[in-house]
Protein backbone atom coordinates (compact mmCIF):
# COMPACT_ATOMS: atom_id res chain seq x y z
CA UNK A 1 0.00 0.00 0.00
CA UNK A 2 1.14 3.43 -1.10
CA UNK A 3 0.36 6.58 1.52
CA UNK A 4 0.16 9.83 -0.94
CA UNK A 5 -0.41 13.39 0.95
CA UNK A 6 -1.10 16.37 -1.36
CA UNK A 7 -0.41 19.83 0.37
CA UNK A 8 -1.87 22.74 -1.50
CA UNK A 9 -0.97 26.08 -0.21
CA UNK A 10 -3.48 28.58 -2.26
CA UNK A 11 -4.19 32.28 -1.71
CA UNK A 12 -7.20 31.81 0.62
CA UNK A 13 -6.46 28.79 1.84
CA UNK A 14 -4.04 25.93 2.96
CA UNK A 15 -5.22 21.76 2.86
CA UNK A 16 -3.36 18.73 3.06
CA UNK A 17 -5.24 15.47 1.96
CA UNK A 18 -3.86 11.84 2.44
CA UNK A 19 -4.76 8.96 0.04
CA UNK A 20 -4.17 5.44 0.23
CA UNK A 21 -3.76 3.33 -2.91
CA UNK A 22 -3.72 -0.27 -2.17
CA UNK A 23 -2.14 -3.26 -4.04
CA UNK A 24 -5.35 -4.09 -6.41
CA UNK A 25 -4.96 -0.35 -7.42
CA UNK A 26 -8.18 0.93 -5.45
CA UNK A 27 -7.86 4.57 -3.81
CA UNK A 28 -9.65 6.15 -1.05
CA UNK A 29 -8.75 9.14 0.94
CA UNK A 30 -8.47 9.05 4.55
CA UNK A 31 -7.52 12.28 5.74
CA UNK A 32 -8.39 16.10 5.17
CA UNK A 33 -7.23 19.41 6.48
CA UNK A 34 -7.75 22.89 5.63
CA UNK A 35 -6.12 26.14 7.30
CA UNK A 36 -7.43 29.51 6.29
CA UNK A 37 -4.17 31.43 5.46
CA UNK A 38 -5.01 34.69 3.23
CA UNK A 39 -1.84 35.02 2.31
CA UNK A 40 -3.40 37.36 -0.63
CA UNK A 41 -4.10 39.94 2.00
CA UNK A 42 -0.91 39.26 4.27
CA UNK A 43 1.26 41.25 1.17
CA UNK A 44 3.07 45.09 1.76
CA UNK A 45 2.73 47.83 -0.81
CA UNK A 46 6.47 46.01 -2.06
CA UNK A 47 4.62 43.46 -2.81
CA UNK A 48 6.45 41.16 -0.60
CA UNK A 49 4.67 38.20 1.57
CA UNK A 50 5.13 39.77 5.66
CA UNK A 51 6.46 38.52 8.22
CA UNK A 52 2.59 36.99 9.46
CA UNK A 53 2.43 35.31 5.95
CA UNK A 54 5.47 33.76 7.03
CA UNK A 55 5.32 32.97 10.58
CA UNK A 56 1.51 31.13 9.78
CA UNK A 57 2.44 29.38 6.34
CA UNK A 58 5.71 27.80 8.60
CA UNK A 59 3.27 26.97 11.33
CA UNK A 60 0.74 25.09 9.05
CA UNK A 61 3.54 23.36 6.81
CA UNK A 62 4.69 22.01 10.42
CA UNK A 63 1.16 20.62 11.25
CA UNK A 64 0.72 18.76 7.93
CA UNK A 65 4.33 17.56 8.27
CA UNK A 66 3.33 16.38 11.78
CA UNK A 67 0.16 14.53 9.84
CA UNK A 68 2.13 13.13 7.08
CA UNK A 69 4.52 11.61 9.76
CA UNK A 70 1.36 10.07 11.40
CA UNK A 71 0.20 8.38 8.59
CA UNK A 72 3.56 7.80 7.54
CA UNK A 73 2.99 8.78 3.98
CA UNK A 74 5.11 7.94 1.55
CA UNK A 75 5.37 10.41 -0.55
CA UNK A 76 4.58 14.35 -0.62
CA UNK A 77 3.48 15.98 -3.38
CA UNK A 78 3.10 19.90 -2.09
CA UNK A 79 2.43 22.71 -4.53
CA UNK A 80 1.94 26.58 -3.76
CA UNK A 81 -0.11 28.84 -5.90
CA UNK A 82 -1.01 32.37 -6.93
CA UNK A 83 0.02 34.37 -3.41
CA UNK A 84 3.29 32.85 -3.24
CA UNK A 85 3.94 32.67 -6.96
CA UNK A 86 2.95 36.82 -7.71
CA UNK A 87 4.78 37.71 -4.11
CA UNK A 88 8.48 38.82 -4.58
CA UNK A 89 9.59 36.87 -1.67
CA UNK A 90 7.94 33.83 -2.53
CA UNK A 91 10.77 31.62 -3.60
CA UNK A 92 12.12 32.80 0.14
CA UNK A 93 9.16 31.45 2.06
CA UNK A 94 9.51 28.34 0.07
CA UNK A 95 12.99 27.83 0.95
CA UNK A 96 11.97 28.40 4.82
CA UNK A 97 9.40 25.89 4.78
CA UNK A 98 11.43 23.61 3.35
CA UNK A 99 14.19 24.58 6.10
CA UNK A 100 12.10 24.23 9.08
CA UNK A 101 9.50 21.45 8.23
CA UNK A 102 10.85 19.43 5.61
CA UNK A 103 8.01 20.05 2.92
CA UNK A 104 9.24 21.16 -0.36
CA UNK A 105 6.96 23.34 -2.02
CA UNK A 106 6.52 23.12 -5.78
CA UNK A 107 5.67 26.82 -7.04
CA UNK A 108 3.71 26.06 -10.09
CA UNK A 109 2.69 28.32 -12.99
CA UNK A 110 -0.70 29.63 -13.58
CA UNK A 111 -0.74 27.55 -16.76
CA UNK A 112 -0.25 24.41 -15.03
CA UNK A 113 -2.36 25.09 -12.22
CA UNK A 114 -4.99 25.52 -14.82
CA UNK A 115 -3.91 22.34 -16.55
CA UNK A 116 -4.02 20.47 -12.96
CA UNK A 117 -7.36 21.66 -12.44
CA UNK A 118 -8.51 20.84 -15.67
CA UNK A 119 -7.23 17.04 -14.61
CA UNK A 120 -9.03 17.31 -11.50
CA UNK A 121 -13.07 18.26 -13.39
CA UNK A 122 -12.47 16.20 -16.56
CA UNK A 123 -11.99 12.99 -14.71
CA UNK A 124 -15.17 13.44 -12.13
CA UNK A 125 -17.69 15.05 -14.22
CA UNK A 126 -19.47 13.68 -17.60
CA UNK A 127 -19.26 16.92 -19.63
CA UNK A 128 -18.09 16.52 -23.05
CA UNK A 129 -17.40 20.48 -23.58
CA UNK A 130 -17.92 23.32 -20.97
CA UNK A 131 -15.71 25.99 -19.28
CA UNK A 132 -13.57 25.49 -16.23
CA UNK A 133 -13.22 28.22 -13.88
CA UNK A 134 -11.03 27.88 -11.04
CA UNK A 135 -11.74 30.67 -8.81
CA UNK A 136 -9.24 30.94 -5.74
CA UNK A 137 -8.09 33.60 -3.06
CA UNK A 138 -5.68 35.01 -5.47
CA UNK A 139 -6.26 33.76 -9.36
CA UNK A 140 -8.80 32.69 -11.35
CA UNK A 141 -8.06 29.82 -14.12
CA UNK A 142 -9.76 29.79 -17.44
CA UNK A 143 -10.32 26.41 -19.26
CA UNK A 144 -12.05 25.95 -22.35
CA UNK A 145 -12.21 22.41 -23.26
CA UNK A 146 -14.23 20.58 -25.95
CA UNK A 147 -14.30 16.73 -26.79
CA UNK A 148 -12.98 16.38 -23.10
CA UNK A 149 -9.63 18.27 -24.69
CA UNK A 150 -8.41 21.76 -23.55
CA UNK A 151 -8.66 24.04 -26.35
CA UNK A 152 -7.63 27.59 -23.93
CA UNK A 153 -6.15 28.40 -21.26
CA UNK A 154 -5.08 31.61 -19.01
CA UNK A 155 -5.06 32.45 -14.98
CA UNK A 156 -5.83 36.28 -13.94
CA UNK A 157 -4.61 37.44 -11.29
CA UNK A 158 -8.16 38.11 -10.22
CA UNK A 159 -9.62 36.41 -6.89
CA UNK A 160 -12.04 36.44 -3.83
CA UNK A 161 -9.27 37.80 -1.68
CA UNK A 162 -7.48 40.35 -3.48
CA UNK A 163 -10.41 41.37 -5.33
CA UNK A 164 -12.11 42.37 -2.14
CA UNK A 165 -8.96 44.25 -1.00
CA UNK A 166 -9.05 45.89 -4.53
CA UNK A 167 -12.46 47.46 -3.81
CA UNK A 168 -12.75 47.25 -0.35
CA UNK A 169 -15.79 45.58 -0.32
CA UNK A 170 -15.59 43.37 2.73
CA UNK A 171 -18.55 44.66 4.63
CA UNK A 172 -20.59 45.95 1.83
CA UNK A 173 -21.04 46.80 -1.55
CA UNK A 174 -22.73 50.13 -2.79
CA UNK A 175 -24.38 50.29 -6.53
CA UNK A 176 -21.30 52.58 -7.55
CA UNK A 177 -18.66 50.41 -6.75
CA UNK A 178 -20.18 47.32 -7.75
CA UNK A 179 -20.64 49.26 -11.31
CA UNK A 180 -16.59 49.98 -11.19
CA UNK A 181 -15.45 46.35 -10.03
CA UNK A 182 -18.07 45.02 -12.86
CA UNK A 183 -16.11 47.32 -15.24
CA UNK A 184 -13.05 46.23 -14.45
CA UNK A 185 -13.59 42.49 -13.98
CA UNK A 186 -15.03 42.67 -17.64
CA UNK A 187 -12.10 44.88 -19.12
CA UNK A 188 -10.13 41.79 -18.07
CA UNK A 189 -12.26 39.14 -19.57
CA UNK A 190 -12.68 41.36 -22.89
CA UNK A 191 -9.28 40.36 -23.75
CA UNK A 192 -10.14 36.21 -24.41
CA UNK A 193 -12.47 36.04 -27.16
CA UNK A 194 -12.55 32.46 -27.09
CA UNK A 195 -14.79 32.62 -23.67
CA UNK A 196 -17.64 33.52 -25.77
CA UNK A 197 -19.29 29.95 -26.33
CA UNK A 198 -22.91 30.54 -26.22
CA UNK A 199 -24.86 27.52 -23.99
CA UNK A 200 -21.54 25.69 -23.12
CA UNK A 201 -21.89 25.16 -19.36
CA UNK A 202 -19.64 26.98 -17.03
CA UNK A 203 -18.12 24.84 -14.18
CA UNK A 204 -16.76 25.82 -11.21
CA UNK A 205 -14.16 25.39 -8.95
CA UNK A 206 -12.75 26.35 -5.79
CA UNK A 207 -14.05 27.74 -2.45
CA UNK A 208 -16.53 30.29 -3.46
CA UNK A 209 -17.55 28.01 -6.23
CA UNK A 210 -19.13 26.22 -3.76
CA UNK A 211 -20.14 27.79 -0.90
CA UNK A 212 -23.01 29.66 -3.61
CA UNK A 213 -23.89 26.21 -4.64
CA UNK A 214 -24.15 25.46 -0.97
CA UNK A 215 -25.88 28.03 -0.19
CA UNK A 216 -28.63 27.86 -3.25
CA UNK A 217 -29.10 24.32 -2.21
CA UNK A 218 -30.24 25.05 1.52
CA UNK A 219 -32.25 27.72 0.12
CA UNK A 220 -34.05 25.34 -2.04
CA UNK A 221 -34.40 22.59 0.59
CA UNK A 222 -31.96 20.40 -1.61
CA UNK A 223 -32.59 17.10 0.00
CA UNK A 224 -28.75 15.55 -0.97
CA UNK A 225 -25.90 17.54 0.70
CA UNK A 226 -23.40 17.02 -2.34
CA UNK A 227 -21.94 19.63 -4.33
CA UNK A 228 -20.25 17.96 -7.23
CA UNK A 229 -21.95 17.74 -9.99
CA UNK A 230 -24.39 20.04 -8.73
CA UNK A 231 -26.25 21.99 -11.81
CA UNK A 232 -28.27 24.96 -11.69
CA UNK A 233 -29.51 27.60 -14.34
CA UNK A 234 -28.18 31.19 -14.73
CA UNK A 235 -31.76 32.90 -13.28
CA UNK A 236 -31.15 30.83 -10.34
CA UNK A 237 -27.38 32.38 -10.08
CA UNK A 238 -28.68 35.93 -11.12
CA UNK A 239 -31.48 35.58 -8.18
CA UNK A 240 -29.06 34.86 -5.35
CA UNK A 241 -26.35 37.37 -6.27
CA UNK A 242 -29.08 39.87 -6.54
CA UNK A 243 -30.46 39.62 -3.14
CA UNK A 244 -26.12 39.04 -1.72
CA UNK A 245 -25.63 42.37 -3.22
CA UNK A 246 -27.90 44.18 -0.73
CA UNK A 247 -26.13 42.73 2.59
CA UNK A 248 -23.93 43.33 4.81
CA UNK A 249 -21.71 41.61 6.29
CA UNK A 250 -23.36 40.86 9.73
CA UNK A 251 -26.14 39.84 7.25
CA UNK A 252 -24.36 37.85 5.29
CA UNK A 253 -23.18 36.12 9.03
CA UNK A 254 -26.76 34.49 9.13
CA UNK A 255 -27.08 32.69 5.71
CA UNK A 256 -27.41 29.30 5.92
CA UNK A 257 -24.14 27.58 3.79
CA UNK A 258 -22.07 30.40 4.11
CA UNK A 259 -19.16 30.29 6.65
CA UNK A 260 -18.02 32.99 8.73
CA UNK A 261 -14.66 33.05 7.43
CA UNK A 262 -16.10 33.49 3.76
CA UNK A 263 -18.52 35.88 4.19
CA UNK A 264 -16.04 38.98 4.11
CA UNK A 265 -15.31 37.86 0.35
CA UNK A 266 -17.93 35.78 -0.98
CA UNK A 267 -19.11 39.35 -2.57
CA UNK A 268 -16.07 39.66 -4.95
CA UNK A 269 -16.00 35.99 -5.82
CA UNK A 270 -19.89 35.86 -6.77
CA UNK A 271 -19.03 39.29 -8.61
CA UNK A 272 -16.71 37.78 -10.80
CA UNK A 273 -19.15 34.37 -11.23
CA UNK A 274 -21.67 36.97 -12.30
CA UNK A 275 -19.11 38.76 -15.12
CA UNK A 276 -17.93 34.60 -16.14
CA UNK A 277 -21.54 34.54 -17.00
CA UNK A 278 -22.04 37.23 -18.91
CA UNK A 279 -18.94 37.15 -20.65
CA UNK A 280 -19.14 33.11 -21.19
CA UNK A 281 -23.06 32.94 -22.62
CA UNK A 282 -23.48 30.35 -20.24
CA UNK A 283 -27.20 29.32 -19.25
CA UNK A 284 -25.95 26.69 -16.43
CA UNK A 285 -23.59 26.21 -13.80
CA UNK A 286 -21.87 22.88 -12.74
CA UNK A 287 -20.22 22.67 -9.54
CA UNK A 288 -16.72 20.71 -8.91
CA UNK A 289 -15.79 19.17 -6.07
CA UNK A 290 -12.74 18.44 -7.64
CA UNK A 291 -10.08 20.20 -8.95
CA UNK A 292 -6.36 21.21 -8.41
CA UNK A 293 -5.72 18.28 -5.72
CA UNK A 294 -7.82 15.60 -7.50
CA UNK A 295 -5.59 16.41 -10.69
CA UNK A 296 -2.27 16.38 -8.47
CA UNK A 297 -3.50 12.96 -7.01
CA UNK A 298 -4.95 11.70 -10.88
CA UNK A 299 -1.50 12.51 -12.47
CA UNK A 300 0.71 10.60 -9.70
CA UNK A 301 -2.07 7.58 -9.52
CA UNK A 302 -1.90 7.76 -13.58
CA UNK A 303 2.04 7.12 -13.53
CA UNK A 304 2.60 4.77 -10.85
CA UNK A 305 -0.34 2.57 -11.98
CA UNK A 306 0.37 2.53 -15.25
CA UNK A 307 -3.27 3.61 -16.54
CA UNK A 308 -4.32 6.48 -18.79
CA UNK A 309 -4.02 9.97 -17.34
CA UNK A 310 -7.85 10.87 -19.03
CA UNK A 311 -10.37 8.21 -17.88
CA UNK A 312 -12.32 7.25 -20.71
CA UNK A 313 -15.04 6.37 -19.15
CA UNK A 314 -15.63 7.74 -15.62
CA UNK A 315 -17.76 6.18 -14.07
CA UNK A 316 -16.31 3.04 -15.18
CA UNK A 317 -13.67 3.98 -13.55
CA UNK A 318 -15.10 5.23 -10.24
CA UNK A 319 -17.10 1.82 -10.01
CA UNK A 320 -14.37 -0.37 -9.96
CA UNK A 321 -12.73 1.57 -8.10
CA UNK A 322 -15.31 1.29 -5.80
CA UNK A 323 -15.75 -2.40 -6.13
CA UNK A 324 -12.10 -3.05 -5.71
CA UNK A 325 -12.11 -1.11 -2.13
CA UNK A 326 -14.96 -3.21 -0.73
CA UNK A 327 -14.94 -6.69 -2.64
CA UNK A 328 -11.59 -9.01 -2.10
CA UNK A 329 -13.37 -11.52 -5.63
CA UNK A 330 -14.82 -9.24 -8.10
CA UNK A 331 -15.68 -12.33 -10.10
CA UNK A 332 -19.07 -12.82 -8.58
CA UNK A 333 -20.08 -9.04 -9.16
CA UNK A 334 -18.96 -8.82 -13.09
CA UNK A 335 -20.93 -12.78 -13.12
CA UNK A 336 -23.67 -11.00 -12.18
CA UNK A 337 -23.17 -7.78 -13.89
CA UNK A 338 -22.96 -10.01 -16.94
CA UNK A 339 -26.66 -11.78 -16.13
CA UNK A 340 -28.56 -8.67 -15.16
CA UNK A 341 -27.55 -7.26 -18.35
CA UNK A 342 -28.38 -9.81 -20.88
CA UNK A 343 -31.57 -10.33 -19.45
CA UNK A 344 -31.94 -6.23 -19.53
CA UNK A 345 -31.02 -6.62 -23.50
CA UNK A 346 -33.09 -9.31 -24.03
CA UNK A 347 -36.47 -8.62 -22.48
CA UNK A 348 -36.37 -4.83 -23.74
CA UNK A 349 -39.87 -5.14 -25.44
CA UNK A 350 -41.03 -6.69 -22.33
CA UNK A 351 -39.97 -4.49 -19.55
CA UNK A 352 -40.04 -0.93 -21.65
CA UNK A 353 -37.44 0.71 -19.60
CA UNK A 354 -34.83 3.10 -22.00
CA UNK A 355 -31.72 2.01 -22.69
CA UNK A 356 -30.08 4.90 -20.54
CA UNK A 357 -30.73 3.29 -17.92
CA UNK A 358 -28.88 0.36 -18.21
CA UNK A 359 -25.93 1.70 -16.94
CA UNK A 360 -27.80 2.32 -13.74
CA UNK A 361 -28.22 -1.55 -13.19
CA UNK A 362 -24.74 -1.92 -14.37
CA UNK A 363 -23.74 0.00 -11.80
CA UNK A 364 -25.78 -1.42 -9.08
CA UNK A 365 -24.82 -5.12 -9.88
CA UNK A 366 -21.65 -4.58 -9.91
CA UNK A 367 -21.23 -3.21 -6.90
CA UNK A 368 -25.17 -4.82 -4.80
CA UNK A 369 -22.89 -6.72 -2.61
CA UNK A 370 -20.48 -4.13 -0.87
CA UNK A 371 -22.70 -3.51 1.90
CA UNK A 372 -21.34 -7.07 3.92
CA UNK A 373 -18.28 -5.05 4.72
CA UNK A 374 -20.62 -4.10 7.26
CA UNK A 375 -23.08 -7.08 7.69
CA UNK A 376 -24.11 -9.59 5.76
CA UNK A 377 -27.94 -9.81 7.44
CA UNK A 378 -29.62 -6.65 5.79
CA UNK A 379 -26.41 -6.27 3.86
CA UNK A 380 -28.70 -4.48 0.59
CA UNK A 381 -30.07 -1.41 2.61
CA UNK A 382 -26.24 -1.47 3.98
CA UNK A 383 -25.00 -1.49 0.02
CA UNK A 384 -27.60 0.86 -0.56
CA UNK A 385 -26.28 3.34 1.83
CA UNK A 386 -22.48 2.70 0.64
CA UNK A 387 -23.54 2.88 -3.23
CA UNK A 388 -25.59 6.14 -2.25
CA UNK A 389 -22.26 8.34 -0.80
CA UNK A 390 -20.12 6.68 -2.86
CA UNK A 391 -18.08 8.30 -4.98
CA UNK A 392 -19.39 7.47 -8.23
CA UNK A 393 -18.46 10.15 -11.43
CA UNK A 394 -20.56 10.54 -14.34
CA UNK A 395 -24.10 10.11 -12.54
CA UNK A 396 -26.47 12.76 -11.38
CA UNK A 397 -27.43 12.87 -8.08
CA UNK A 398 -30.74 11.22 -8.97
CA UNK A 399 -29.63 8.71 -11.19
CA UNK A 400 -26.40 7.73 -8.10
CA UNK A 401 -30.05 7.53 -5.55
CA UNK A 402 -32.11 5.38 -8.45
CA UNK A 403 -28.96 3.44 -8.40
CA UNK A 404 -28.78 2.74 -5.08
CA UNK A 405 -31.92 2.10 -4.73
CA UNK A 406 -32.30 -0.87 -7.13
CA UNK A 407 -28.90 -2.69 -5.07
CA UNK A 408 -30.85 -2.02 -1.83
CA UNK A 409 -34.07 -3.76 -3.18
CA UNK A 410 -32.34 -6.70 -4.84
CA UNK A 411 -32.73 -8.96 -1.79
CA UNK A 412 -36.73 -8.14 -2.29
CA UNK A 413 -38.86 -4.93 -2.69
CA UNK A 414 -38.74 -2.82 0.80
CA UNK A 415 -40.26 0.30 0.33
CA UNK A 416 -39.69 0.97 4.13
CA UNK A 417 -35.92 1.53 4.14
CA UNK A 418 -36.74 4.10 1.48
CA UNK A 419 -39.22 6.25 2.76
CA UNK A 420 -36.77 9.06 4.04
CA UNK A 421 -37.40 12.15 3.06
CA UNK A 422 -34.20 12.04 1.21
CA UNK A 423 -35.39 9.80 -1.52
CA UNK A 424 -39.07 10.90 -1.15
CA UNK A 425 -38.21 14.42 -2.27
CA UNK A 426 -35.72 12.98 -4.99
CA UNK A 427 -37.69 10.38 -6.54
CA UNK A 428 -40.98 10.26 -7.95
CA UNK A 429 -43.81 7.31 -8.38
CA UNK A 430 -42.29 6.46 -11.91
CA UNK A 431 -38.59 6.21 -10.64
CA UNK A 432 -40.03 3.95 -8.10
CA UNK A 433 -41.51 1.59 -10.44
CA UNK A 434 -38.14 1.82 -12.99
CA UNK A 435 -36.25 0.72 -9.88
CA UNK A 436 -38.48 -2.47 -9.05
CA UNK A 437 -37.83 -3.48 -12.56
CA UNK A 438 -33.94 -3.14 -12.11
CA UNK A 439 -34.17 -4.65 -8.82
CA UNK A 440 -36.07 -7.97 -10.08
CA UNK A 441 -33.19 -8.21 -12.62
CA UNK A 442 -30.51 -7.82 -10.70
CA UNK A 443 -32.37 -9.99 -7.93
CA UNK A 444 -32.26 -12.97 -10.93
CA UNK A 445 -28.74 -12.59 -11.90
CA UNK A 446 -27.87 -13.10 -8.01
CA UNK A 447 -29.94 -16.42 -7.94
CA UNK A 448 -28.51 -17.53 -11.32
CA UNK A 449 -25.06 -17.56 -9.30
CA UNK A 450 -26.04 -17.82 -6.01
CA UNK A 451 -23.53 -20.62 -5.12
CA UNK A 452 -21.18 -18.21 -6.56
CA UNK A 453 -19.21 -21.10 -8.76
CA UNK A 454 -20.19 -18.99 -12.35
CA UNK A 455 -22.37 -22.78 -13.04
CA UNK A 456 -24.56 -20.17 -15.23
CA UNK A 457 -22.45 -19.21 -17.92
CA UNK A 458 -24.58 -17.58 -19.99
CA UNK A 459 -28.89 -16.66 -21.09
CA UNK A 460 -30.81 -16.30 -23.73
CA UNK A 461 -33.98 -13.85 -22.93
CA UNK A 462 -37.12 -13.99 -25.07
CA UNK A 463 -40.58 -12.65 -24.99
CA UNK A 464 -43.82 -13.77 -26.38
CA UNK A 465 -47.45 -12.45 -25.55
CA UNK A 466 -47.73 -15.57 -23.02
CA UNK A 467 -44.63 -15.42 -21.29
CA UNK A 468 -41.33 -14.72 -21.16
CA UNK A 469 -38.76 -16.86 -21.27
CA UNK A 470 -35.34 -17.90 -19.74
CA UNK A 471 -32.77 -19.98 -21.29
CA UNK A 472 -30.26 -20.76 -18.85
CA UNK A 473 -26.82 -22.53 -20.44
CA UNK A 474 -25.09 -24.20 -17.54
CA UNK A 475 -22.51 -26.98 -18.07
CA UNK A 476 -24.47 -29.03 -15.10
CA UNK A 477 -27.49 -28.48 -13.45
CA UNK A 478 -27.69 -25.53 -11.33
CA UNK A 479 -29.77 -26.41 -8.63
CA UNK A 480 -29.43 -23.98 -5.94
CA UNK A 481 -29.76 -21.63 -8.48
CA UNK A 482 -33.35 -22.94 -9.88
CA UNK A 483 -34.31 -23.31 -6.34
CA UNK A 484 -33.65 -19.69 -5.51
CA UNK A 485 -35.08 -18.44 -9.09
CA UNK A 486 -38.60 -19.33 -7.59
CA UNK A 487 -38.31 -16.83 -4.88
CA UNK A 488 -38.79 -14.20 -7.39
CA UNK A 489 -41.54 -16.06 -10.07
CA UNK A 490 -44.34 -14.12 -8.47
CA UNK A 491 -42.45 -10.69 -8.59
CA UNK A 492 -41.74 -10.90 -11.85
CA UNK A 493 -45.48 -12.05 -12.95
CA UNK A 494 -46.85 -9.32 -10.95
CA UNK A 495 -44.12 -6.35 -12.14
CA UNK A 496 -43.84 -7.73 -15.86
CA UNK A 497 -47.42 -9.28 -16.15
CA UNK A 498 -46.67 -12.67 -18.03
CA UNK A 499 -44.95 -16.02 -16.29
CA UNK A 500 -41.70 -16.60 -16.53
CA UNK A 501 -40.35 -19.97 -17.83
CA UNK A 502 -37.13 -21.30 -17.39
CA UNK A 503 -34.86 -23.92 -19.14
CA UNK A 504 -31.27 -24.96 -18.43
CA UNK A 505 -29.55 -26.31 -21.60
CA UNK A 506 -26.62 -28.49 -20.45
CA UNK A 507 -24.07 -30.32 -21.86
CA UNK A 508 -25.05 -33.26 -24.14
CA UNK A 509 -23.63 -36.04 -21.80
CA UNK A 510 -25.61 -34.06 -18.61
CA UNK A 511 -29.32 -33.31 -20.77
CA UNK A 512 -32.12 -34.60 -19.12
CA UNK A 513 -34.61 -35.39 -22.07
CA UNK A 514 -38.04 -36.26 -21.35
CA UNK A 515 -39.91 -39.05 -23.38
CA UNK A 516 -40.49 -36.79 -26.56
CA UNK A 517 -37.25 -36.29 -26.55
CA UNK A 518 -37.12 -32.82 -25.48
CA UNK A 519 -35.70 -30.72 -22.65
CA UNK A 520 -38.10 -30.55 -18.74
CA UNK A 521 -38.05 -26.95 -17.59
CA UNK A 522 -35.63 -26.60 -15.31
CA UNK A 523 -37.90 -25.40 -12.70
CA UNK A 524 -40.28 -27.75 -13.30
CA UNK A 525 -38.10 -30.42 -12.47
CA UNK A 526 -37.15 -28.93 -9.28
CA UNK A 527 -40.30 -28.52 -7.83
CA UNK A 528 -40.95 -32.35 -8.74
CA UNK A 529 -38.19 -32.96 -6.89
CA UNK A 530 -39.08 -30.85 -4.16
CA UNK A 531 -42.47 -32.46 -4.00
CA UNK A 532 -41.32 -35.94 -3.94
CA UNK A 533 -39.15 -35.28 -0.87
CA UNK A 534 -41.97 -33.95 1.04
CA UNK A 535 -43.54 -36.41 3.43
CA UNK A 536 -46.79 -38.03 2.41
CA UNK A 537 -50.22 -37.47 4.11
CA UNK A 538 -51.33 -40.06 6.23
CA UNK A 539 -54.89 -41.86 4.18
Same mark, same amino acid.
Given at each position: ?98 ? !? ?33 ? !? ?64 ? /? ?23 ? @? ?11 ? $? ?44 ? #? ?9 ? #? ?10 ? /? ?6 ? &? ?10 ? $? ?9 ? #? ?11 ? @? ?84 ? !? ?12 ? &? ?31 ? !? ?42 ? &? ?10
Amino acid at each position: MQRIAIIDIGSNSARLVISHIYKNGAYNMVYNQKEALRLSQKVDGQNLLTEEAFTSTIDTMRSFAHMCKIYQADKTIAVATAAIRNASNGGELVAKVAE !LTGIQLHIISGNTEAYISYLGVINTLDVKNGIIFD !LGGGSTELILFKNRKILESVSLPLGAVNTTGMFNIRNEMPSNVYNDLNAFIMSRLSQYPWLKQNNL /PLIGVGGTARTVAKIIQRAKKYPAT @KIHNYAYPVQTFR $SFFNKLRLTNLEQRKKISGLSAERSDIILAGSSIISCLLEATGAKK #LITSGCGLREG #LFYDYYSKSNNV /PLIAKNIL &ERSRENTLRLFE $SDTGHAHHITK #LALAMFDGWMELH @KVRKSYRRLLETAALLHDIGITINFYSHARHSAYMIQNAKLFGLTHKEQIITSAIAGWHNGVSKNYFKSRFYKEMLTESNWKLINK !LALLLALAESLDYS &EMRMVHTLTPSFNKKNAVLTVHAEHMPTIEMHQ !LQDHLSWFKKTMGVELKVEVIQDPEDMLVDDEGESDSALDRLLQ &ELDADKPQKQA
